[in-house]
C-alpha cells in the first residue's frame, strides 16, 4: 500500500463517521420534538386491540392471589375449648379445623418434642392464626 491508498482511506472513514454524527444528531432532534399525547396512544391501543392499565395494577396483577387479599383480616382468632380426654392429635386437629394452624403434623412433632402430651390443660383459650405453634403449644400447657 502506497501512502496514497492510505491517505483516501483514511478520508474515506472521516468521511462516513462525520455523515453518521450528522445523521444522528438530526433523529435525535426529530425524536425529542415526537410527543404522543394520551388521546393517541388510546385510539392507538383501541385500534390495535391493546388494553392500558396503570403501572400499579400491573404489578398488583403479578403478585400471588394470596398477597392480593387485602380486605381479608391477616388473624384468625378463634377460642378453643379443650375437654377431658382429648388427645394431641384432636387438639391438634381441632386447631386445623379453625384454620389456627395448617398442619396436624406440625403440631404433634413439637408436641412430643416438648414431651407436652399430657401437659395440656382443660378449659377454653383464645388463639389467633398468627401465634407460632411454640406458642400454642405452650397456652394450651399452662
Known amino acids: 500500500m502506497n ?7 483514511a478520508i474515506g472513514i472521516l468521511t462516513a463517521t462525520s455523515i453518521l454524527a450528522v445523521v444522528y444528531v438530526i433523529q435525535e432532534n426529530n425524536a ?4 404522543i399525547s394520551a388521546a393517541d396512544l388510546r385510539a392507538y391501543a383501541k385500534d390495535h386491540e391493546y388494553i392500558l392499565i396503570k403501572e400499579k395494577e400491573y404489578k398488583d396483577s403479578l403478585k400471588p392471589d394470596f398477597e392480593k387479599q387485602e380486605n381479608i383480616p391477616k388473624t384468625n382468632e378463634v377460642s378453643i375449648s ?20 395448617n398442619s396436624t403434623d406440625e403440631f404433634e412433632d413439637l408436641v412430643a418434642q416438648k414431651n407436652a402430651s399430657t401437659k395440656f390443660q382443660v378449659g377454653t383459650y383464645t388463639l389467633t392464626s398468627n401465634m407460632s405453634l411454640e406458642q400454642i403449644v405452650n397456652t394450651l400447657t399452662k
Not at 501512502?3 to 482511506?9: D, E, V
Not at 384432636?90 to 394452624?101: P, W, Y
Request: charged letters at 10%.
Open 32 to 35: 425529542a420534538s415526537l410527543k
Open 82 to 101: 379443650i375437654t377431658a380426654g382429648m388427645s394431641s392429635l384432636d387438639i391438634a386437629n381441632t386447631l386445623v379445623n379453625n384454620h389456627v394452624i
Open 3 to 9: 501512502s496514497l491508498t492510505i491517505r483516501g482511506f
